[in-house]
């Protein structure tokens, strides 16, 4: 582009006014960032997403780590709840052997041999305790008052003991570690009954019958079919 001859230098050209590009660049409208806040922008922009995928995989590898202990959790309870399943069986199983022996004691003393029922006694010892032994406790004695929690009453009997004792153990219940596994079948007393009252009307009917049978004696029918008076 060439001068025109005579010119002063810079005529023709358009200046551009300073302070009104200062302030459109400043203005809130239409605000253009410095090329070094543009970088310094992108790079808190960077930093933060660098910051967000640390955390998200972070969360991820916390997310893992509860799955694998809730997985760990699991298998404990279901390893637990089987071996509670093979404890139940065992208990049962034990008692199951005990009410034999039971019965076979309850024989031996109804057999009238003192020394069957003698040798019965000391099974019955030895086995009540190898089930303490194994958390495995009798429950059910004569003599104890009735408790609803490890009793049933199967009969009532009268006898001078108090009302809802224990008079016999018809097969006894058990516990497994203080719990409750069956309940001991008994049969309790019921008392004495109260002798029949004596009343007055009783009395007197007995005293009218003796005079009518008194009378039946002293009274005799005659040939003419009436009854006659001696």
């Known amino acids: 582009m060439t001068r025109e001859k005579g010119s002063k230098p810079g005529a023709g050209l ?3 006014d300073f302070e009104a590009e200062l302030d459109r660049l400043l203005s809130r409208e239409n605000r253009s960032f410095p090329r070094y806040e543009l970088v310094e922008f ?4 960077r930093e933060i997403l660098e910051e967000l995928n640390k955390r998200q995989t972070d969360v991820s590898l916390q997310i893992e780590e509860i799955y694998d202990l809730v997985k760990e959790q699991e298998a404990q309870r279901e390893a637990a709840a089987a071996e509670k399943a093979r404890a139940d069986r065992l208990v049962l199983a034990a008692i199951g052997l005990a009410d034999l022996l039971e019965d076979f004691c309850t024989y031996a003393g109804q057999s009238g041999s003192e020394a069957l029922s003698h040798q019965a006694g000391l099974l019955w010892e030895q086995a009540g305790g190898i089930l303490s032994g194994c958390g495995i406790v009798p429950l059910g004695k004569p003599g104890q008052p009735l408790d609803p929690r490890i009793h049933t009453v199967k009969a009532g009997a009268e006898s001078p003991l108090p009302r809802e004792q224990v008079l016999q153990v018809l097969q006894s219940g058990y516990a497994y570690q ?3 596994v069956r309940k001991a079948a008994v049969v309790v007393s019921r008392g004495q009954e109260d002798p029949p009252r004596d009343t007055g009307r009783d009395t007197e009917m007995d005293t009218n019958t003796e005079m009518d049978t008194e009378m039946d004696a002293d009274t005799e029918m005659d040939g003419t ?5 001696w």
């Open 14 to 16: 358009m200046m551009p």
């Open 42 to 45: 992108a790079s808190a922009g």
């Open 178 to 180: 203080g719990m409750p």
């Open 225 to 229: 079919g009436n009854y006659g008076i």
